[in-house]
């Protein structure tokens, strides 16, 4: 069983629909999570973290968790064709090791 | 500000070659990572540094893999010798040593390794 585990996609997400990918993690210790965009060819970039169950929000970035569950969500409204990449869902866990998912990726249809 | 800077961005070897890779973490980042990634996939940690320290590097091959950070800036990473399954990109990325709460490292645009 992999560490985190995400949809690997494609997306496909018409221009301003919404955007909706998700994370599970096996790892209960995991405290703090964080969402990094990486688009064709270049590296990774953060876009969103989150530490508390619950919802956070941070433009068109809705961030959820839900640490009973083990899951972690990203939506991105109004998705836009710069929205179209690789999203890469990362906990911290319980050894302080920031583990990737493999990544959703994203197409957004204009 | 200067971000992570990697060299070489490419490089194409035959197997059983040695290769390098050098990282220049940005000015004042005292954690420093070496990771691996495969088409397809997520980042997968090699070593982590703080400072000159490698406080992490239980995911290195060190068969083949070596690793330095002298002084504590720059880095270096060697294969000696490559095999044929070390194709990937590797990612240098720096923090801040807060990282740990933050999660936000700043990743260098990576040097994709091809072996023959």
């Known amino acids: 069983q992999k560490e985190v585990e995400q949809n690997s996609g494609p997306l496909s997400v018409p221009e301003g629909a919404i955007a909706s990918l998700n994370c599970t993690y096996s790892?209960?210790?995991?405290?703090?999570f964080f969402w990094y965009r990486q688009y064709s060819g270049k590296s990774p970039e953060l876009i969103m973290s989150?530490?508390?169950?619950g919802d956070k929000e941070d433009g068109r970035f809705t961030a959820q968790l839900n640490k009973a569950s083990q899951y972690v969500s990203l939506l991105i409204r109004d998705s836009q064709p710069s929205d179209s990449a690789t999203y890469l869902c990362?906990?911290?866990?319980?050894?302080?090791?920031?583990?990737f998912g493999a990544g959703t990726q994203v197409v957004v249809t204009p | 500000e200067a971000g992570v800077v990697q060299s070489p961005r490419y490089k194409i070897i035959e197997k059983k070659q040695p290769v390098a890779f050098w990282c220049n973490p940005i000015?004042?980042?005292?954690?420093l990572y070496w990771y691996l990634q495969n088409l397809g996939q997520g980042p997968e940690l090699l070593i982590r540094?703080?400072?000159?320290?490698?406080?992490?590097d239980s995911q290195l091959p060190k068969d083949r893999f070596s690793a330095e950070r002298l002084k504590g800036v720059d880095s270096t990473l060697k294969i000696q010798p490559a095999e044929l399954g070390d194709s990937a990109v590797y990612l240098c990325?720096?923090?801040?040593?807060?990282?740990?709460?933050?999660?936000?490292?700043?990743f260098g645009e990576g040097s994709r390794l091809t072996v023959l």
């Open positions: 990325a720096s923090g801040t040593g807060t990282d740990t709460n933050t999660g936000e490292l700043f």
């Open positions: 790892d209960r210790g995991s405290q703090s």
């Open positions: 989150i530490y508390s169950n």
């Open positions: 990362a906990p911290y866990d319980s050894w302080g090791k920031l583990q």
């Open positions: 000015s004042g980042h005292n954690t």
């Open positions: 540094y703080e400072n000159e320290e490698a406080v992490d």
